[in-house]
Structure formats: structure tokens, C-alpha cells
């Protein structure tokens, strides 16, 4: 089965303070994306990435980076948080194609 | 852009009731995939739709693809509680390289015994 697993399940953090969040997939998949997930608002992309060291933004890029170092991992990291970046955070990984895997979640307070 | 459009957005049924959930675009999506979420959970695939007119079953549940491949719809025959979740919507975009899927808002379905 694929496993795709994120580091945290609940982060509250401060305003301005720095935050990673970490994914981390199991079956060699090319693709990874990042997601933040609010009621009535559905899944909106915030940056994928289709390879090593290659990333490309999503649809709210704004105030969020991302990293992949190794093909494993992805991480999204907010330089300065903001209480407006409270919310769930969804990792998904998937090969060539279209059915991606999603991680439990994590889900950030931003006090 | 593409948009997917989901309603209802909320729905609470009794158990044994039938329900559909629509997931319309102005958009052609060359596949449409259906998600369910559970809470504390991140989204699981219930379903892939590649042709127009595609009718897919999954014991209980029913998917088609709209034969212009812009609309999509997932029934419920007799609703049990272990349907309560957040149904999504996902289209992949004729034009849109890779992976990348374009998500509804959800529908929110509750189950009651």
C-alpha cells in the first residue's frame, strides 16, 4: 500500500514565527503536491513539484515556499506565519497519471 | 481556470434513503475521479471516470461521467451510516501537465441511523 506520511498532525504556532511541515512517501513517486483545506472552500493548491529539485506554484502561492531535496520528500515551509494560514494542510503523491494519495493531514493553528 | 462545481454542499439523510451528489464544469476534464474523506483523514480514491458516458459501481455507490465529459455524478443506494464523510470531486484538465487535479468544495454528507 502506498504510505504518505506527515510529520505533524496538529502545530499551533505564532504569528511570525517560521514553520515546516514535512511529507514523506513510500513508493517512488514523481509527483508531490501540497494542499490547504477550509470549509466551502474545498482542496487549493499551493505549490507540486514533479521531480527533484523542481517545484512549480500552484494556485495560492502567497506566503508559503516548498522544498524537494530528495525524491521522498517535499516540504512546505511558511517563512512568517500568519493567522490566516490557519488550516489543514494535506500532502498527496502520486506516479505518472492521475490518482494522487493523500497523507492525514496536518492541521495548524496560527495564534 | 477550471472550476468543479459540487452540490449540494451539505446533506442529511436517514438511513436506506437514496441520494445524489453532481460535480458540473463548463470545462472538458479528460478523467474525473471521486474522494472520500473521513474526519481527521486525508482524502481516499473511491473512483476513477476516463470515457463520456462511463458508468462506474462500487457496490452501493454509482458513478457516470457526462457523456462531454463536463459533469459528473455519484449516487448512493440505501445510505448506511459508514457513508457519513466529505465526498470531493477531482478533475484532471485536458490541458494541465502531469498530475495536477482540479477539486469541488465538497459535499458534506451525514448518514443518520
Known amino acids: 500500500d502506498v504510505k504518505v506520511t506527515q510529520s505533524s498532525r496538529y502545530l499551533v504556532k505564532r504569528t511570525g514565527e517560521k514553520v515546516f511541515l514535512e511529507c514523506v512517501q513510500d513508493?517512488?513517486?514523481?509527483?508531490m503536491f501540497w494542499y490547504r483545506q477550509d470549509p466551502g472552500l474545498g482542496l487549493r493548491l499551493i505549490y507540486f513539484?514533479?521531480?527533484?529539485?523542481?517545484?512549480e506554484k500552484g494556485d495560492i502561492p502567497e506566503g508559503y515556499s516548498v522544498s524537494r531535496e530528495k525524491k521522498e520528500r517535499f516540504s512546505l515551509i511558511l517563512e512568517s506565519a500568519s493567522t490566516n494560514q490557519t488550516s489543514m494542510y494535506l500532502c498527496?503523491?502520486?506516479?505518472?497519471?492521475?490518482?494522487?494519495?493523500f497523507g492525514p493531514g496536518t492541521r495548524l493553528t496560527v495564534l | 481556470t477550471q472550476l468543479l462545481e459540487q452540490s449540494p454542499q451539505f446533506l442529511s439523510i436517514q438511513e436506506g434513503e437514496n441520494l445524489t451528489v453532481y460535480c458540473n464544469s463548463s470545462?472538458?476534464?479528460?478523467?474525473l475521479q471521486w474522494y472520500r474523506q473521513e474526519p481527521g483523514e486525508g482524502p481516499v480514491l473511491l473512483v476513477t471516470?476516463?470515457?463520456?458516458?462511463e458508468v462506474k459501481k462500487l457496490k452501493r455507490l454509482t458513478f457516470q461521467f457526462g457523456d462531454a465529459r463536463k459533469d459528473s455524478s455519484l449516487h448512493i443506494t440505501a445510505a448506511q451510516p459508514g457513508d457519513t464523510g466529505l465526498y470531493l470531486c477531482?478533475?484532471?484538465?485536458?490541458?494541465?501537465?502531469?498530475?495536477?487535479?482540479?477539486f469541488g468544495e465538497g459535499t458534506q454528507l451525514t448518514v443518520n441511523p
Open positions: 498527496a503523491s502520486s506516479p505518472y497519471g492521475d490518482t494522487q494519495y
Open positions: 513508493m517512488d513517486h514523481e509527483n
Open positions: 513539484s514533479y521531480d527533484v529539485k523542481m517545484k
Open positions: 470545462s472538458v476534464f479528460s478523467s
Open positions: 471516470v476516463v470515457t463520456g458516458g
Open positions: 477531482a478533475g484532471a484538465g485536458e490541458e494541465t501537465s502531469g498530475s495536477r487535479l482540479t
